[in-house]
């Protein structure tokens, strides 16, 4: 089987390279079962650049495409039908490889009705590889599950999802279920999808025998435009699967309020202002 890689860029021309290299280090397939396809959202100066910078270290070795950013998901489509391997790898820039694991991956596909993998992925603090659907989400106590299930290494293919930094699909099943929603915007994506492949039948394989490094910055996650934008695609992923957004937005204001009240205590003036920021933007839902 070959496999096509497909990374979306925005302003990640500081973190290309090393992601690039790392697949080329710990790559076990031969050189004509692996593809890369970098799709950049990016401005048009920022998108030369980085198509300079391919042209110049890796010749014509990597597909690229410029891209007007209508999202995550919609750079994520457009290299997924360019691709032309029978498994596609969802890859962010921020990525590194510390092992081979391309083959790992591929072996579990040999499965006909797994259309989903993934691995352990680490960045340094939680370390979590997999999430609890929103749809499940319990104040406080999913917090603490989340920890433990990923601390043991149980995972729950009907009701988690695999983290979507770096995530392997059969192609044709993802073409199955219509692609990436591109309605959402940037976020929710790996729970929509991984809720549409469920409804389909197939598999979702968490292999922890493998691992990845994600290098999470911790500051976009306080990004006030970042989080309306989150906000936003919450809306319509509970639309979407007629959910119950209000019920949600309750839990989840109700634990943000818990923690606000645990940062100030503990006088931690950036969690704070973070969980504000949150129940700022999920406030306007209600």
Not at 101 to 124: M, P, R
Not at 140 to 160: A, R
Not at 268 to 277: G, I, L, P, Q, T
């Amino acid at each position: 089987m070959k496999l096509s890689i497909i990374i979306v860029t925005f302003n990640s021309m500081r973190l290309i390279k090393d992601c690039i290299d790392s697949i080329y280090k710990y790559n076990d397939l031969p050189d004509d079962q692996l593809e890369i396809i970098v799709v950049d959202n990016s401005s048009e100066e920022e998108g030369a650049v980085i198509k300079k910078f391919l042209e110049d270290n890796y010749d014509d070795k990597i597909i690229f495409f410029k891209n007007q950013n209508l999202g995550y998901g919609h750079g994520n489509n457009i290299g997924i039908r360019a691709a032309t391997g029978d498994i596609i790898a969802i890859m962010n820039p921020d990525v590194r490889l510390k092992e081979s694991l391309f083959k790992k991956a591929i072996e579990h596909f040999s499965d006909e009705q797994v259309a989903t993998v993934g691995f352990s992925q680490h960045n340094g603090s939680t370390d979590y590889s997999y999430f609890i659907n929103p749809e499940y989400f319990v104040p406080v106590f999913s917090s603490l599950i989340l920890k433990l299930v990923n601390k043991v290494k149980y995972f729950n293919p009907v009701k988690f999802y695999l983290s979507g930094a770096f995530v392997f699909f059969r192609k044709i099943d993802f073409e199955k279920i219509g692609l990436y929603d591109e309605s959402i915007f940037m976020y929710f994506e790996e729970p929509d999808v991984a809720l549409r492949l469920n409804k389909l039948g197939k598999k979702t394989i968490f292999d922890p025998s493998r691992s990845y490094i994600h290098l999470i910055e911790v500051k976009d996650a306080y990004n006030v435009k970042l989080l309306d934008i989150g906000t936003e695609a919450i809306k319509i992923y509970f639309t979407k699967y007629k959910f119950n957004l209000k019920k949600y937005l309750k839990r989840r204001l109700l634990e943000l309020k818990f923690h606000r009240i645990l940062f100030t205590l503990t006088g931690n003036k950036d969690r704070v202002e973070m969980a504000n920021a949150y129940i700022t933007s999920l406030s306007k839902l209600l």
